[in-house]
């Protein structure tokens, strides 16, 4: 399976960078890295997906090394808001049964003031 | 307007009844997905629709039979409810099945509660 290995919890404070790593390292060739974000009572959302290199959006951005068998979700200046539990998923739903997105416990952040 | 739309976003009932749930997506997607979150908070997928026809049929009792009557709708329908049933039911929707760029959009979510 495509297993995932990712903090079950982190801290911050207002304004500071968050930087979440992510383990797989049996990522497979077609495999892609992507993030959710999940708040109570919600259902998760999308943040980003990446394949090698780095990626950036309006909300995120992501680290992936020349090996790929880790990932870093990077928040910058988080805000009260961004508590939530962030979900890091490796693989591809179009694969075989062991190549299934697998959905982690995720990491649970929490912002303070 | 709400992308993925799922009703209702509470259901309790008893062991042994039958239950439905409802869901839409206006996105023009072709993939839609029913995800199962338990109490443990544990995603895990249960069946995908990719323009009408059945995709992924993951190990769920067969007691659960999804429905797609068109590319929009998604429903869920469960038989003779158990216990262990109880959780939160997740509608998504994706542009496309699998690859690059296939995001999900889920919806809010539907809290079973069997009792």
């Known amino acids: 399976l495509a297993k995932t290995t990712q903090p079950i919890s982190m801290d911050s404070y207002e304004g500071q960078e968050v930087n979440i790593t992510c383990s797989h390292n049996n990522i497979a060739t077609n495999d892609y890295i992507t993030w959710y974000q999940q708040f109570p009572s919600q259902g998760p959302r999308f943040i980003i997906q990446?394949?090698?290199?780095?990626v950036t959006n309006e909300v995120a951005s992501l680290f992936i090394p020349a090996d790929r068998k880790s990932s870093t979700l990077s928040l910058p200046r988080v805000s009260l808001s961004d508590t939530a539990v962030y979900y890091c998923?490796?693989?591809?739903?179009?694969?075989?049964?062991?190549?299934?997105?697998?959905w982690g416990l995720g990491t649970s952040l929490a912002v303070n003031p | 307007d709400t992308a993925v739309s799922q009703t209702p976003k509470y259901l309790v009932t008893q062991m042994g009844n039958d239950k439905s749930i409802k869901c839409e997506q206006n996105?023009?997607?072709?993939?839609m997905y029913w995800y199962k979150q338990d109490s443990k908070k544990f995603l895990k997928i249960m069946f995908s629709y990719n323009n009408k026809e059945l995709i992924i049929n993951e190990t769920v009792p067969n007691r659960f039979s999804p429905k797609s009557p068109d590319k929009a709708h998604l429903n869920l329908h469960i038989n003779s409810l158990e216990l262990g049933d109880s959780a939160v039911y997740f509608c998504a929707s994706s542009p496309r099945f699998g690859g690059m760029n296939t995001e999900a959009f889920f919806g809010q979510g539907t809290r079973l509660t069997v009792v």
């Open positions: 998923l490796v693989g591809d739903i179009r694969a075989g049964n062991n190549r299934k997105l697998i």
């Open positions: 990446g394949y090698k290199t780095k």
């Open positions: 996105l023009g997607h072709d993939t």
